[in-house]
């Protein structure tokens, strides 16, 4: 499958190319609950949930104090912008 052009809103991707480009950032699919993802990086971990209108972002123990710090992405933003968002880490 070939991704659309980055700018294009996520909601204009099919869900089997959200997983794939999910895959080729080394995200791995949560096998009970496969709306959700988990990433690790070097220097943070996240958990990524396709949600009914948004992508919802947890950083792990990324905060003051250890605590999760959430963000939440619409749909209509483009696959750059929350590939920018949510990759930069916390």
Known sequence: ?????????????????????????????????????????????????LDVEELSVRYLKAGEGMRDIVRSFKYSLSRSDVEAAVFSGP
């Open 1 to 49: 499958m070939v991704l659309p052009n980055p700018d294009t809103p996520l909601y204009n991707h099919p869900l089997p190319e959200i997983e794939n480009w999910l895959l080729e950032l080394g995200c791995q699919q949560n096998r009970e609950q496969l709306n959700c993802w988990s990433i690790e990086n070097p220097t943070w971990q996240a958990e990524l949930c």
